[in-house]
């Protein structure tokens, strides 16, 4: 069945049959909502001029109000306010024009205030949505509940001192944004891209940089259990997941431990869980019981936030091309198919890469060059795209290369080779190296005529059997060193040979 | 020439102006009457003397060259809730240990910025709660006061009992308070002095220690009306540091005074009438009511129908945003820490050790108004009540251009006597709460002594920022009043 439009999950909808998980007693689905926390990208704090950057000494990027010195006072950081407000538009989501801080009251050592400031009945932003991939290549949408702005905790390092626990206040007060989704999530690979997507959504907006090593963006996600379309079952959280894919992992894992216990006649418990990146598997951090009771109420330090209609307009005229527009313009502009275009709009550096790469040259070879060689070499050597050795205007020289027929594809790999060896540009390779393409017929003709006169019996074989002509074009290919233009060989060899 | 101290602010301006006599001579002049008077009084808990005396000659050199700000060279006291760089803050509270704080408070930067000195921090209620300075840390400030024929030691009110005391006493020419129920304007009715609660958003909150955010907000306590209008001018103003600051101008609150208040209708609402009032206390809002009628003011029966809820109300509210605003206190960054086993007990010592017990009820009230399931009932619901009361105002403003009620149930009461019955000390703010809960300016002036000889005052109510009026009123009270009794 082909799906002329994405359906939109209303909550609690019935998981594809294809979801199901399979079982002894019969089938499951999985229901999955997802709160994000993504720090937002900005120069200082959500309520201080302190310097939101990531690293420094402990304790060197704090103000007298992160610190929670008495008498200070939280000041908003408006920037911050409209790296909100384009994440919010970005999602396509409601912009709540006017919202309200609270404050969350805990005890602990890096919560400096004894509060943390957070929007807990009045979020900046409500419902929107983002398109995601479903493991059978069709689309979802995934409701977005809402968005709302909160200070982010110092760091507890516990493990510096047997019998002490140092703080470092440095992320004390950082702006979080919290992003929660409707749970319209079915299974481990939506989470996985859910997670996926909504990083390159702020990756492309710049509201937040999605360097999970640096914890800047982290998932808890809650999972349950059901019998299709059945009563919803009771909920896990399992906490601040840093990967796309630990998150589709912790739901597997999750999800069948909750179907091992209802199917042995248990129930499930309501708590907070963690997934461990080493076993894959989850385990008890704090019960329902632990909870704490937070004692909510309005910050009466900070006055309501009131946006102007206009202001948020002009964020949104402002928008940059957001990854579901580029995906289409890829499509449309490059020829490429809904997978490539995916694979490279999954990251707006990869996009931007590519559009380098592909600017004037066959956007097809562009893209297999970039996504299938330079990828596979990153991987095969833990390397990210910021840390190719191979930039885009170099990849780019050597796919012109290939464009204008200056070498052929099998001379390019070597040198792709030789490029990332030597760090020079393609056409200085091709030319020190004498690696051009020959399009010399003649010179093609004679290699042929020398092969076809010390391989008669090959040459008798090849009239019998046409699929021979792979091993007559290699040999060819060998005589002239890989140099040959390929289509060339083809073309005199069928006429030599006399093969249709 | 008279006692340098018993010069008041603007007659001291006016000799500093005149070149009578200097800065370094006046302060010299405080510093002695502190240090003659303070074991007994209790109202300065660190007196900057050396701070004061190179304030005073720095200000000195500036009058020299022609460069005098609006407070040039007068000695001041601050509340010890207000942060001082450099100088030991402890909100009297133990808690805060040796804590001596990195910043200014805006109202100081404001004071020192028109020349003020710095006598040194005075004593209050711990973290401003309390209505009689009997709970600080650091002992009662003793109202200097007494009543007639008696020596019984009587409280200076609170929280800003030192403020209130020191001004009385002459042991400054003024000071900065606080008022987040009646903290301002209860002490200067207890003490024949004028205290002024503006427009909350008119005083930066910034580096004041903070008791309900929402409630508090600084003020003067100042010998006379035009003291005081000329310390507030100084206090007020913008300030991007602190969000609920109110970007407006600030006004001319001396030319303010000379308006009078003929044509103007003075509202007397019904329901300040509280059971046992004393006799006295009714006769002299009836007095008050006389003066404004003679000044040629129009006297409007009012009503503000919610005000028997207005202290209830106040004391879920406050204690609620104290409960959150005190959390900072756990012995981890600064002040007082006790070890304890686990990290559970070294807060539960260090805060049971830290706070008194004042301050401990109202934490505990604040944490359980605010818990799950008692929300809506108590802290929502007096969020309602507020709306109601600043509603009540509302209509009460159609009618009339400012209210008077009396400024406390009493005098200045003996120490001791309410302290062991939190209700009872709680009354002390029933008529003072409601401005600060609608947010709205109220000045308490001296306007008479009661039959033992104790001052009592009167509080003026004005619109949200209509300071001017709350002044013009004041300023015919206290000629009508023509109060110069001394403790």
């Not at chain 1, 020190?432 to 003649?442: F, I, P, S, V």
């Not at chain 2, 012995?331 to 006790?338: I, L, Q, T």
């Not at chain 2, 004041?474 to 000629?479: F, I, K, W």
Request: aromatic share 8%.
């Amino acid at each position: 069945m082909t799906q002329t439009s994405v359906p939109a999950y209303t909550a609690f909808k019935t998981a594809r049959p294809d979801q199901w998980v399979k079982s002894v007693t019969g089938d499951w689905e999985i229901i999955v909502g997802m709160e994000v926390h993504a720090q937002v990208s900005a120069k200082s704090k959500l309520f201080s001029g302190a310097s939101a950057a990531y690293g420094g000494d402990p304790n060197s990027h704090v103000a007298m109000v992160d610190a929670g010195m008495p008498g200070m006072l939280p000041v908003i950081n408006k920037f911050v306010v409209e790296q909100a407000v384009k994440t919010g538009l970005g999602l396509g989501a409601k912009i709540n024009l006017w919202s309200r801080f609270d404050r969350k009251n805990y005890f602990y050592p890096d919560l400096p205030q004894g509060y943390q400031i957070s929007q807990y009945l009045y979020p900046i932003i409500g419902e929107g949505s983002l398109e995601v991939a479903s493991e059978d290549g069709s689309m979802i949408m995934v409701g977005i509940e809402r968005i709302h702005l909160e200070q982010d905790a110092g760091k507890s390092i516990h493990d510096l001192d047997p019998n002490s626990t140092y703080v470092d206040l440095n992320r004390s007060g950082c702006a979080l944004m919290e992003i929660v989704s409707k749970p319209d999530i079915r299974s481990a690979d939506e989470a996985a891209n859910y997670f996926k997507n909504l990083r390159a959504l702020v990756r492309y907006l710049e509201t937040c940089d999605g360097n999970m090593d640096e914890g800047s963006m982290r998932a808890d996600v809650n999972v349950s259990v059901r019998r299709p379309g059945g009563e919803l079952g009771t909920r896990c959280e399992i906490k601040n997941v840093n990967s796309t894919k630990f998150v589709g992992m912790a739901v597997n894992y999750e999800a069948r431990r909750q179907i091992e216990i209802l199917e042995d006649g248990g129930t499930i418990d309501q708590e907070t869980r963690l997934f461990d990146v080493k076993t894959g598997q989850t385990r008890t951090m704090r019960s329902k019981e632990d909870a704490h009771d937070y004692r909510y109420f309005p910050d009466p330090d900070l006055l309501p936030l009131i946006l102007d209609e206009a202001w948020v307009e002009n964020i949104r005229a402002n928008l940059p091309e957001l990854p579901a527009a580029m995906k289409a313009r890829f499509q449309s502009q490059y020829g490429l198919s809904a997978y490539d275009a995916d694979v490279l709009v999954a990251d707006k550096e990869f996009a931007a890469f590519y559009e380098e790469v592909a600017k004037g040259r066959d956007a097809k070879i562009a893209n297999s060059w970039m996504t299938v060689e330079l990828f596979g070499w990153l991987n095969k050597n833990g390397k990210e795209l910021s840390q190719s050795p191979i930039g885009a205007a170099a990849l780019g020289g050597l796919v012109g290369l290939i464009t204008d027929g200056t070498i052929n594809g099998k001379i390019a790999k070597d040198v792709f080779a030789k490029m990332i060896e030597t760090g020079d540009e393609a056409a200085v390779i091709v030319e020190r190296e004498g690696l051009k393409q020959t399009t010399d017929t003649g010179a093609i003709e004679a290699s042929i005529d020398a092969l076809m006169a010390t391989n008669p019996e090959k040459v008798a074989e090849a009239r019998e059997k046409p699929k021979m002509l792979g091993w007559w074009v290699g040999q060819v290919m060998k005589a002239t060193g890989g140099k040959a233009n390929p289509a060339i060989v083809n073309e005199i060899l069928k006429g030599k040979l006399g093969i249709d | 020439m008279t006692k340098l101290t018993e010069l008041n602010l603007h007659q001291a301006l006016s000799g500093l102006a005149a070149g009578d006599f200097t800065s370094t001579e006046l302060t010299q002049s405080y510093l002695n009457s502190i240090e003659a008077q303070n074991a007994s009084l209790n109202a300065y808990l660190v007196v900057t003397g050396d701070k004061a005396l190179e304030m005073a000659r720095a200000s000195d050199a500036r009058r020299a060259v022609g460069n005098a700000g609006a407070l040039e060279g007068i000695p001041l006291g601050i509340k010890d809730l207000f942060c001082t760089k450099g100088v030991r803050t402890t909100a009297a509270s133990k808690i805060l240990g040796e804590f001596a704080p990195e910043y200014e408070s805006s109202v100081t930067t404001n004071l020192w910025r028109d020349g003020a000195v710095m006598l040194g921090k005075l004593n209050l209620d711990e973290f401003a709660m309390g209505s009689s300075n009997e709970t600080s840390a650091f002992g009662n400030v003793t109202n200097p006061w007494k009543r007639k024929g008696s020596n019984v030691a009587l409280t200076p009110g609170g929280s800003s009992g030192g403020s209130a005391a020191a001004v009385a006493a002459h042991m400054c020419l003024g000071a900065t308070a606080t008022d987040t129920g009646g903290s301002i304007r209860q002490p200067a009715a207890f003490t024949g002095t004028v205290g002024i609660k503006p427009t909350y958003g008119r005083c930066s909150r910034y580096g004041i220690v903070a008791f309900a955010s929402s409630l508090d907000q600084a003020g003067p306590i100042a010998r006379n009306v035009k003291d005081s209008a000329i310390m507030l001018q100084s206090m007020m103003g913008h300030d991007a540091k602190d969000s609920t600051s109110l970007n407006v101008a600030v006004p001319d609150l001396v030319a303010a005074m000379a308006k009078g208040v003929k044509g103007m209708k003075i509202g007397i609402p019904k329901e300040y009438r509280v059971d046992g009032m004393p006799e006295e206390i009714e006769n002299l809002w009836q007095q008050g009511i006389a003066w404004l009628k003679d000044a040629g003011a129009e006297i409007v029966d009012i009503s503000l129908p919610h005000t028997k809820y207005a202290l209830p109300a106040y004391y879920i509210v406050a204690p609620a945003e104290a409960s959150s605003n005190l959390a900072r206190y756990d012995g981890m960054r600064f002040g007082a820490r006790v070890e304890g086993v686990d990290l559970t007990d070294t807060y539960e010592k260090s805060r049971a050790t830290g706070f008194g017990e004042e301050v401990k009820r109202r934490i505990l009230i604040g944490t359980y108004v605010l818990s799950a399931g008692y929300y809506d009932a108590y802290y929502l619901r007096a969020q309602k009540v507020r709306a109601r009361i600043l509603e009540d105002f509302t209509n009460a403003w159609t009618k009339c251009d400012a209210i008077l009620t009396p400024t406390a149930p009493s005098a200045a009461f003996g120490l001791g006597e309410k302290s062991d019955d939190p209700i009872k000390m709680y009354l002390n703010d029933v008529f003072t709460v409601t401005a600060n809960l609608a947010g709205l300016p109220a000045i308490s002036i001296p306007a008479a002594l009661d039959v033992d000889g104790l001052p009592l005052g009167l509080q003026i109510i004005g619109k949200a920022l209509d300071e001017e009026t709350v002044y013009s009123v004041a300023s015919v009270m206290e000629q009508a009043a023509n109060f110069s009794a001394r403790p």
